[in-house]
């Protein structure tokens, strides 16, 4: 349906205005728009591309294309209109596909122009044609490897060795390859999706920000970070509670105990992760970003505060703040304790081996967190690469906790090799049956 003549109106001898908009309009014939034209409205209908005005409508000012659910792609035709200095689009990824075409055709003058004149009502950080760059591809995709080995590894044997799959500290740290692998799930997808969008990200951005697989990586992502962070604070408090109350059996985290804070740490990491489903904008949304996490300012995107990344900022910094108290405490109950030498060293030796897992995800948590705040506050620039700093160290984190498990637990080591010798004992059995 083309524009008809009568949308015509004009206001003066100076300023004249064509409203079509909320006409139901699905394209518009550019002859039907007066050349005198200065403020062209085509806001609230069905339009997929703009009319073709050429050159003779240089009094052209603004176009208003917005509520135009499926204008995603502006023709770079546009900066021919000499006078043009407001074209209002309701997604800033409409604007960076523009950006792109206009860069490759007019290099950065073009650029510049797209971003003066084009003003979104949405504003898009991320304008990029890619949505990992070259060496964040390679990063991940050995993290991804690495991570699925390690961690499948770990948990094997750990759950796969009879005589110690029932103890607390097994149980405890089984949790945390459970956790890495649903965080290799996010790096995988994300892996995959960037190589297939990689060079032309911007004509993709928003089909995938609004999948539902975005949604997915992004619920797995905030399940599988609050969940490792919980498993720290847990690993600390049990191991305080051993050394500083040796002797008071009823208070250690044993048995039942233990699996009812594991299953409680488990709820509220889906609780929390599960809030942004409801897409409120003060509770955060994950079809926002690139990277499907909620992790962003809620004045960056012209929404009210995100109150879940309030939230969310808060539980991780309580917990950093509660293990770097308790490790402290740890270390001053263990050199005042008065009880036999054995187990004064004993304690001593259980208290390094934890401090020296923890001081290395200490400095990382430090700078995880400081991309959380800029993330949280703020705004351009500076919460873009705080989310993207935040997502990196967060991956990272699938194989730096059970690497270094790996390397300080010698009973680890030693239920490796019995679990080695028990397959392969079962494999001979089996080939002479």
């Known amino acids: 349906m083309a524009c008809p003549s009568e949308c015509i109106c004009s206001w003066n001898s100076t300023n004249a205005t064509t409203d079509c908009s909320s006409m139901n309009l699905y394209t518009i014939n550019g002859d039907n728009v007066d050349n005198s034209t200065t403020y062209l409205d085509l806001s609230n209908n069905h339009l997929t591309e703009l009319p073709d005005l050429d050159v003779q409508y240089s009094s052209l000012v603004t176009i208003d294309a917005r509520r135009n659910g499926d204008l995603v792609h502006i023709p770079t035709w546009v900066s021919n209109l000499a006078n043009l200095t407001s074209l209002l689009v309701d997604k800033g990824s409409t604007c960076c596909v523009l950006e792109k075409e206009m860069l490759a055709q007019n290099g950065t003058l073009g650029k510049h122009w797209v971003e003066t004149v084009c003003q979104p009502t949405v ?14 591809l390679v990063l991940y995709g050995l993290v991804a490897a690495a991570s699925f080995i390690i961690n499948t590894w770990v948990l094997v044997v750990l759950y796969g060795t009879k005589n110690r799959r029932t103890t607390p500290t097994q149980l405890l740290m089984g949790q945390f390859p459970v956790s890495n692998l649903l965080m290799t ?7 995959e999706r960037s190589v297939s969008f990689y060079n032309e990200y911007h004509y993709h951005q928003e089909s995938w920000i609004h999948s539902q697989l975005c949604t997915l990586c992004g619920f797995i992502f905030i399940t599988s970070n609050l969940m490792s962070t919980q498993l720290y604070l847990l690993t ?3 191991m305080y509670i051993k050394i500083a109350f040796p002797f008071k059996d009823h208070l250690h985290l044993t048995g039942k105990k233990l699996n009812y804070a594991i299953l409680i740490l488990w709820i509220i990491s889906l609780s929390v992760a599960t809030l942004p489903l409801f897409k409120s904008v003060r509770i955060g949304m994950y079809n926002v970003t690139s990277m499907c996490i909620p992790v962003y300012s809620g004045t960056l995107f012209g929404l009210e505060t995100n109150i879940w990344l309030r939230i969310y900022a808060s539980i991780l910094t309580l917990c950093f703040e509660t293990i770097v108290v308790l490790l402290i405490l740890l270390l001053r109950s263990v050199s005042h304790q008065r009880h036999s030498n054995t187990l004064t060293q004993e304690n001593r030796r259980l208290v390094y081996n934890v401090i020296f897992m923890i001081a290395i995800h200490i400095v990382l948590w430090s700078v995880l967190l400081i991309c959380l705040f ?3 506050f703020g705004t351009g620039e500076l919460g873009y690469y705080g989310r993207i700093g935040f997502s990196r160290l967060a991956v990272l984190e699938t194989i730096l906790n059970v690497t270094v498990y790996i390397i300080r637990k010698r009973t680890f080591q030693e239920d490796t090799k019995r679990f080695i010798k028990l397959f392969f004992e079962k494999i001979r059995c089996t080939s002479v049956l």
Do not use: A
Request: aromatic letters at 12%; hydrophobic letters at 45%; one cysteine or more.
């Open 123 to 136: 504003p898009n950080t991320e304008c990029t044609d890619h949505l990992l760059d070259i060496f964040t």
């Open 374 to 376: 800029m993330s949280t």
């Open 236 to 238: 600390i408090i049990e």
């Open 185 to 191: 799930f996010y790096t995988v997808v994300l892996l």
